[in-house]
């Protein structure tokens, strides 16, 4: 069974562009990337799109669907009618470079800003030991695809360009999240959390866990536990009573 199916595509470059008017044919259990597949060896040679594994496991072909950040790959064809027009658009959070391809450098330098694993000193390699209950809970944070649809839906930096130089994203703030839980990281994530890489921007709206393709939970299982951690070191009696006797001894 096919039709033909209305779409409205982005086209342009960082400068300028607009949405294309298409029609074009779509055949029974195709993608929306097979859509722009198709359209591009029918009707738009030149049309820019970024893809790899078509299998829903690089994250390369994020963009945004009728305004709702998702995999080309990963969104069927029979979710929408068939008189329904469909419109796809690039990353709105990012810069364009052309057509659907946008500049996602920003999380590739927020990545290199989070200090790597750092063991306890005196354990070398080979010489890690954990139980698999101690490493359960960060486990899950594993499966991200770096499609990077969390980031792009955050209103923290999708409304507000200036908080992209103090605000890592949900993205990096699970990654340190995933190192804080970590039983053998030895490094302070709390306080690299809230002071360098602005986990307070965070109100927990869930629109980070809403849009991840893996069905992550961002927010529940990696962002309000790290916002814990943060207010017990802040503002517990107990926990502020040990700061400061641990810093008396310590002088």
Same mark, same amino acid.
């Given at each position: ?9 982005? =086209? ?22 097979d859509i722009i597949h198709r359209l591009q060896a029918?009707?738009? &040679? ?27 790959? $990963?969104?069927? $064809?029979?979710? !929408?009618? +068939? #008189? ?5 658009? &690039?990353?709105?959070?990012? @810069? ?9 450098? !920003? ?7 989070? &200090?790597? !694993?750092?063991?306890p000193p005196g354990l070398g390699p080979g010489e890690y030991r ?44 699970? =990654?340190?999240?995933?190192? +804080?839980?970590? &039983? ?6 709390? =306080?690299?959390?809230? #002071? ?16 991840? @393709? ?10 309000? @536990?790290?916002? +814990? ?18 810093? =008396?001894?310590?002088?």
């Open positions: 069974m096919s039709y033909k199916a209305k779409f409205k595509i982005w =086209r342009g470059d960082d400068q300028t562009g607009e949405l294309h008017d298409y029609l074009i044919e779509v055949n029974e259990g195709e993608v929306v990337l029918t009707h738009a &040679p030149d049309l820019a799109v970024r893809w790899n594994c078509k299998a829903g496991k690089c994250g390369s072909c994020s963009a945004e669907i009728n305004g709702r950040p998702k995999l080309l790959c $990963m969104t069927r $064809m029979s979710t !929408f009618t +068939e #008189d329904e027009v469909i419109t796809v658009t &690039p990353l709105r959070a990012f @810069p364009v470079i052309r057509d659907l391809v946008t500049d996602v450098s !920003f999380n590739y330098k927020k990545a290199r800003e989070i &200090p790597s !694993f750092t063991p954990m139980k698999q209950v101690d490493v359960e809970r960060s486990q899950e944070f594993r499966k991200c695809i770096e499609c990077f649809l969390c980031q792009d839906t955050c209103h923290v930096i999708r409304d507000h360009e200036e908080n992209k130089e103090s605000f890592a994203g949900p993205r990096f703030l699970m =990654r340190i999240a995933e190192l +804080e839980m970590h &039983p053998l990281d030895s490094a302070d994530r709390v =306080r690299e959390a809230q #002071d360098e890489h602005g986990l307070g921007y965070c109100n927990i709206t869930k629109c980070c866990t809403e849009v991840c @393709p893996e069905g992550i939970k961002i927010t529940d299982n990696a962002l309000i @536990p790290m916002k +814990e951690r943060v207010a017990d070191r802040k503002y517990d009696p107990i926990v502020w009573l040990g700061s400061k006797l641990f810093k =008396r001894e310590k002088a």
